[in-house]
């Protein structure tokens, strides 16, 4: 069974290992299997389904070619996340939430073109013309930009839907995304509330190994919408070249009778 393979892959990963048993948030009881020294352990058939669920959503967004935004900046996960979301191009987060991120988003969005200005003036030789500190001065501002803002540079809207690691670590982000009812997916470990999160997914949210298994798995659904989307924009334009293609011939068909009068006249009036 495909399921049970999947839950053996999650097993391996340590996807199941959930916090010390005094440390459980009471919400997480339908996802938690047993107790064992001491510590949950999740129930990896409920997080096979809940996974399974989270991807069919994030491909359908990306597929509709909204960003997902992930906010990862627990140490275990920051470059994981980083190496595996680049690869399908969506923005994230690796170092701490800049508050506001979501429900000031204007001025996240000055501070992105004030990094982009500073780029310009690299380029258009402004920024030679500076002094010796001025110079420093903004490429340690551009390297603070670049630091908090980095891989959000070029998110030009707010975000179709928010990917969190560690919901209770990312409460801030998880707080705004409500105000503004952005969707969020989430790992969601024995600690956290799931309530609060519209596609929660029970799992270990501290090991590396489970981190980079669920990780991929999302990614992976991510590529796949955005495959759809441009198969989906090359069949749109293919019928928009046949459509015109039909429509030169027709005009072409119209235009052959009056050609042939514009010469016949034109050799008539040679005679």
Do not use: C
């Amino acid at each position: 069974m495909a399921d049970n393979k999947q839950v053996k892959e999650l097993l391996d990963a340590g996807v199941h290992f959930g916090h010390l048993t005094r440390k459980w948030n009471p919400n997480m009881a339908p996802y938690i299997y047993m107790e064992r020294n001491g510590i949950h352990i999740i129930n990896l058939y409920k997080t096979t389904a809940k996974l399974e669920e989270a991807n069919q959503a994030l491909a359908k967004i990306a597929a509709s070619g909204r960003k997902i935004l992930f906010v990862a900046t627990k140490k275990q996960a920051k470059d994981i996340v980083a190496e595996k979301v680049k690869n399908v191009n969506m923005p994230f987060i690796t170092e701490r939430w800049p508050g506001g991120m979501l429900t000031n988003f204007v001025t996240i969005r000055k501070a992105v073109k004030k990094m982009a200005s500073i780029d310009r003036m690299k380029q258009d030789g402004t920024f030679n013309t500076l002094s010796k500190k001025e110079r420093l001065a903004v490429d340690r501002l551009r390297a603070k930009l670049e630091k908090n803002l980095g891989s959000i540079s070029d998110m030009s809207r707010l975000p179709g839907a928010l990917f969190i690691v560690d919901t209770t670590r990312e409460h801030i982000a998880v707080k705004e995304a409500q105000k503004l009812n952005i969707p969020i997916f989430a790992m969601v470990d024995t600690n956290s509330d799931p309530r609060e999160i519209e596609y929660a997914i029970p799992s270990n949210d501290d090991a590396s190994k489970s981190i980079e298994k669920i990780i991929t798995s999302v990614t992976d659904a991510i590529a796949g919408g955005l495959a759809e989307r441009k198969s989906g924009k090359e069949g749109d334009d293919s019928k928009e070249a046949s459509k015109k293609k039909k429509e030169t011939k027709k005009e072409e068909k119209a235009d052959k009778p009056k050609r042939k009068k514009v010469a016949a006249k034109a050799s008539k009036e040679e005679e």
